[in-house]
């Protein structure tokens, strides 16, 4: 475990697992860009999926796009932290990317939906914070999937016939936000992580450190 808190001598901190769900449209992916770019500590979780890649997503970056036949062996060999069938499709969360962050003492960020985040959260429920996004009304959330113009209608009218189930699922949350204006929107998600980073029980070896801090008092 590396330090990953406030570095001071002997305090360190086991890397968090935080994860931001919303049924499609609500502003996920933008808030997750947003938080990344501010925070360059913070991994990405880059998901493995069978869904065509839309225009301007790029491979490796925005998913791993595997075929049926990939994605099945990824899941016999292991290679899935977790996985769900999300809108016709399949999505799973490579394994050795987030183990390997999380051992270094670093937080790692997923954009997964209520499935992915049930089964992160059953086997590591310490680390796990989690966080829904609600739109801030239907309507406003079938605007956002229209103006981001990159799912036929179809597929749009297939996301919003599900954002109530997908919605259904916001008490199994640590956290809710209502996304309406982006940039209130932001604060709110990094002041969640913020507060969870300095949880104390997140935070090793400060008994002793406050023991020395003693020890200096009494000199
Ligand atoms: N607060 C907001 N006000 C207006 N538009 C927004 C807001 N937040 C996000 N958007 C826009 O809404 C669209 C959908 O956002 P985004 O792609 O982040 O949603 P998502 O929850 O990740 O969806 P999906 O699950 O389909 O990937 C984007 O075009 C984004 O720019
Ligand atoms: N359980 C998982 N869900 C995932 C993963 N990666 C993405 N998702 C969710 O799928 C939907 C659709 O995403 P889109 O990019 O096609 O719009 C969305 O709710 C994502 O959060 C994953 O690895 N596991």
Known sequence: MAAGGHG?????????????????????TTLSRMLVAETPALKMSVSATTRPKRPGEVDGKDYFFVDQ??????VNNGELLEWANVFDNR????????EAALAAGQDVLFDIDWQGTQQLRSRSPNDV???????????????RLHT????????????????????SHFDAYDYIIVNDNIGIAFEAVKSILRAEQLKRERQVGLSGFVRELQRQLEK
Do not use: N
């Open 69 to 74: 036949k990939r994605f099945d062996a990824m």
């Open 91 to 98: 999505y799973g969360t490579p394994r050795a990317p987030v």
């Open 148 to 167: 981001r113009a990159q799912d036929s209608d179809d597929v749009i009218r297939g996301r919003m016939r599900k954002a109530g189930d997908e919605m």
């Open 8 to 28: 001071f001598d002997g305090v360190e901190r086991r890397g968090l697992m935080f994860v931001l769900s919303s049924p499609s449209g609500a502003g996920k």
């Open 129 to 143: 914070v989690s966080v829904f996004i609600l739109p801030p009304s239907v309507t406003a959330l079938e605007q």
